[in-house]
Structure formats: C-alpha cells, structure tokens
C-alpha cells in the first residue's frame, strides 16, 4: 500500500513540476508582428539658403508608416517609410518641399531591458535606430536630391489591449550627401556628411498581429527559471508519504483468512490541503493555464468520491498591482475554477470561495516566484 501511494503522490508531483517548468516554455508562444502608424508634425533644421527660408516651430506634418517583428521580448528590426512636409513659416518666403524617407531599423524594447513590470503593467518604451535612403523634391530644383539617412528615436507606448497601444514618438534624422536645401535651392561643393538634421515628434497606434494573447512589448519571459520552490514540493512529498505507517496483513489464526489493518488518515486529503495540488495562472489572467488541469482532475475526483466533503477554493495574485485589483483578481480566478467543478457536476452548496488577494509570502521581486502566486489552492474539509 505505502509503495503504490509513494508512486501515485510523486507521479502527480512531477507532472506538476513539469507543468511550471513548461510555462516558462510556453511564454515563447507571443506574437511577434506589429503594424505601426504615425502621424505628427516636425522641425527641418538645416540647411536653409537664407535667413528668410524657415518653417514654422513645429510644422505640419509627418506621415509613419512601418512593419516591425521582435526577435525576443527585448529584440527586434522594424522596416517603415515616411513622408514630411516643409512649408513656409510665418514671415518666411514662400516655399513647399515634399521629403520621402524608407529606414531599415534595429529596435530595443526599452521596457522590458529596464523591467517595467516590476511598477507598471501598461507603459511601455521602445528604442529605434538605423539608416535608409531619402529623397527631397521641390519645383525649382532641377532634380530630386537623393540621400543617405541615419535615424534614430525613442517610442512611448500606452497598452491600451492586448492588440493596440497608443503610441508618441520623437525622432532624429540626419541626412548625408544632401545637394539642396529644404526650402529647394540647389548648392555647389556641400558637405558630403550628416548635414541635414530633422526632428520629427508623432503619434499614433502600434497594432498586434497574431494568434496568441500578447505581444512581445508586453511578455515577460524570465531567463533563469528557479525550480528550487517546487523541487522542494517533491521532498515535501516523499516525506509526508512516508510518515504513513506501512500497512500489514495481520493474520487470525482461528481462521485461515488474511485481513488488513486500515489507517484511517487519508493521505490524498492532506496532500490537496497542503497545496500539492494547485491551479496556476498567466500574469494578469483568470483563466487557468492549460498544464493545471492535472491539478483540477485530482481534485474533482477526490470530490466525487467522498460526496459528504466540501471544499474552500483559495485564490491568491501576485504583489503587482493594487491591493483593490489582486483582491478582485484573486477571486475571479476562485470562481472560475469553482465553476470548472459545477460543470463537472459538484453542487455549488460544497465549494466556498476564499479571496485571499496578493500572496505576500513570495518575495515580489523574482519573476518565477510571481509565477508561483498567481494560483488556486484547495483546502478539504
């Protein structure tokens, strides 16, 4: 009897810690593809061919359009292309020119490098930069000045769902090998380097494409994955299935028939309350993750077995966020796993809800331990 229990308790204790450790796993599975739009106004700073040439401070406008896809959650490269608008500022000579612009672009998800996660949930910063060709086109030039561009910038984001944010972004272009000035006149033995300077601020809106739930901006993946809380679980496991006495056959020798002495702890009950046996979710999400069914299956069979018992539904958060909202999402993860039971056919009369809000005995500053709070545990009695 000891044995079968022993290889039951550490086979359901394994497959919980392979569920954990396949969560950081599965945190790869966010989307990596973004359309980003923009539009704003800017600032030509020079060249101008006279004092009287000058737009106004800022000026309209600025069109952005790019495509951008994240290696990781910090990493990517983004191709957009991009129009401004000169015109005459007041009291400036009249003058319109129109610059095009297409950039091959690195991108540093400021955010995620500097963890934001750890204070914010929905600002987000992004560092860009890289070169592409330009053009600039006026009529009293005799041709389009074609150019080299260097640009470079910085993106602030406001999620505003899991497929848009807002965004506002500042950029700085330098041109090289530009002939003409931005008011359209042409020039003679010019500095062959970066002599043309632009500063571009927008607006606009980053869109998320993909099937998965979030976008590389917004996942948080940790790069060392600490197992020790959970191998420390199957420890806890093996010694309390060896505290159960080891069961005998006592034989009565009036008569030629074997019975056994049954304990009467119930093993299966103490691992469910001390929290072997718990229901696990993503960051911000009331939704259990797909690998802790195993831990609900448990649950419910004992629950079907033992028809006079009932439960408490324990649910927790992580320290992140307001004590308000981990107290509300912890009882929205409580009630939706109760919910899994009712359907399963358990009367809602035997299942109690527990709010219990942010679990304050993981340390809030290790991403994994987070991971370990936001979960549902059980307590039979």
Same mark, same amino acid.
């Given at each position: 009897?000891?044995?079968?229990?022993?290889?039951?308790?550490? @086979?359901? =204790?394994?497959?919980?810690?392979?569920?954990? @450790?396949?969560?950081?796993?599965?945190?790869?599975?966010?989307?990596?593809?973004?359309?980003?739009?923009?539009?704003?106004?800017?600032?030509?700073?020079?060249?101008?061919?006279?004092?009287?040439?000058?737009?106004?401070?800022? %000026?309209?406008?600025?069109?952005?359009? =790019?495509?951008?896809?994240?290696?990781?959650?910090?990493?990517g490269l983004k191709a957009d292309i991009g129009y401004d608008s000169f015109t005459d500022g007041k009291n400036s000579a009249s003058f319109k020119s129109n610059y095009y612009r297409a950039d091959l672009q690195a991108v540093a998800n400021l955010g995620r490098i500097m963890n934001f996660e750890t204070w914010t949930k929905t600002i987000g910063l992004l560092g860009h930069t890289g070169f592409g060709m330009s053009v600039l086109e006026n009529k009293n030039m005799p041709f389009n000045d074609k150019m080299v561009n260097f640009i470079a910038g910085v993106?602030?984001?406001?999620?505003?769902?899991?497929?848009?944010?807002? @965004?506002?972004?500042?950029?700085? $272009? &330098?041109?090289?090998?530009?002939?003409?000035?931005?008011?359209?006149?042409?020039?003679?033995?010019?500095?062959?380097?970066?002599?043309?300077?632009?500063?571009?601020?927008?607006?606009?809106?980053?869109? #998320?494409? =993909?099937?998965?739930?979030?976008?590389?901006?917004? !996942?948080?993946?940790?790069?060392?994955?600490?197992?020790?809380?959970?191998?420390?679980?199957?420890?806890?496991?093996?010694? &309390?299935?060896?505290?159960?006495?080891?069961?005998?056959?006592?034989?009565?020798?009036?008569?030629?028939?074997?019975?056994?002495?049954?304990?009467?702890?119930?093993?299966?009950?103490?691992?469910?309350?001390?929290?072997?046996? %718990?229901? #696990?979710?993503?960051?911000?999400?009331?939704?259990?993750?797909?690998?802790?069914?195993?831990?609900?299956?448990?649950?419910?069979?004992?629950?079907?077995?033992?028809?006079?018992?009932?439960?408490? $539904? $324990?649910?927790?958060?992580?320290?992140?966020?307001? !004590?308000? #909202?981990?107290?509300?999402?912890?009882?929205?993860?409580?009630?939706?796993?109760?919910?899994?039971?009712?359907?399963?056919?358990?009367?809602?009369?035997?299942?109690?809800?527990?709010?219990?809000?942010?679990?304050?005995?993981?340390?809030?500053?290790?991403?994994?331990?987070?991971?370990?709070?936001?979960?549902? @545990?059980?307590?039979?009695?």
């Amino acid at each position: 009897m000891k044995k079968i229990v022993t290889i039951v308790a550490l @086979t359901i =204790g394994l497959i919980n810690l392979h569920a954990q @450790t396949e969560t950081k796993s599965n945190e790869t599975n966010y989307n990596k593809w973004s359309i980003e739009v923009a539009g704003g106004l800017n600032k030509p700073q020079r060249p101008f061919s006279a004092k009287q040439y000058y737009t106004n401070i800022p %000026s309209p406008f600025v069109v952005d359009l =790019g495509a951008r896809y994240m290696f990781n959650n910090k990493f990517g490269l983004k191709a957009d292309i991009g129009y401004d608008s000169f015109t005459d500022g007041k009291n400036s000579a009249s003058f319109k020119s129109n610059y095009y612009r297409a950039d091959l672009q690195a991108v540093a998800n400021l955010g995620r490098i500097m963890n934001f996660e750890t204070w914010t949930k929905t600002i987000g910063l992004l560092g860009h930069t890289g070169f592409g060709m330009s053009v600039l086109e006026n009529k009293n030039m005799p041709f389009n000045d074609k150019m080299v561009n260097f640009i470079a910038g910085v993106t602030a984001q406001v999620r505003l769902t899991d497929r848009l944010a807002l @965004t506002g972004d500042f950029s700085t $272009i &330098l041109n090289a090998s530009q002939d003409a000035t931005f008011d359209g006149v042409y020039r003679d033995n010019v500095e062959r380097g970066f002599s043309g300077i632009i500063f571009n601020g927008t607006v606009g809106l980053n869109i #998320y494409l =993909g099937k998965q739930n979030q976008h590389a901006d917004w !996942v948080v993946v940790s790069d060392n994955a600490d197992l020790t809380a959970l191998e420390n679980k199957i420890a806890d496991l093996e010694a &309390l299935v060896n505290k159960i006495p080891e069961q005998k056959p006592q034989v009565i020798v009036e008569k030629p028939i074997t019975t056994t002495i049954v304990s009467d702890k119930d093993p299966m009950k103490e691992m469910i309350n001390d929290k072997y046996y %718990s229901v #696990y979710f993503d960051f911000n999400k009331s939704t259990p993750i797909e690998n802790s069914t195993a831990a609900i299956d448990v649950v419910l069979t004992y629950l079907r077995k033992n028809p006079s018992t009932s439960l408490d $539904i $324990i649910g927790y958060a992580d320290q992140v966020g307001s !004590v308000e #909202y981990n107290e509300k999402l912890s009882s929205l993860r409580a009630n939706n796993v109760k919910t899994i039971f009712e359907k399963a056919g358990i009367s809602s009369s035997r299942l109690n809800v527990v709010s219990a809000g942010a679990d304050t005995s993981i340390q809030k500053d290790y991403e994994e331990a987070n991971r370990l709070a936001r979960r549902v @545990t059980f307590k039979v009695k």
